[in-house]
């Protein structure tokens, strides 16, 4: 795949020119799958869960997600700043 980083610029300056729920919601709709939309959607309420305090086993019995995709989530929201931004 020929994608560089100027092209990677594009994808977040599409998102940010999203104004409403609705815009987002056609957007994903057209640029994802159903499924990667809820693999997304859980990742953030796991990290949400995580901001909360839940543990491990709680997040995993309420999103189904697996404990590898929870443990990068994890290492995301202890490390990063990006989960942070948008959920507290």
Known sequence: MSID???VEKL???ILKLKTVDDCKEFFNDLCTENE??????RIVSAECLLNGETYEEV???????SKTL???????????GYKKVLK
């Open 5 to 7: 980083k100027r092209d």
């Open 12 to 14: 977040y300056n599409a």
């Open 37 to 42: 939309i809820l693999q997304m959607t859980q």
């Open 60 to 66: 995993i019995a309420k999103t189904e997600i697996s």
């Open 71 to 81: 443990s990068r989530v994890s290492k995301c929201v202890k490390n990063g700043n």
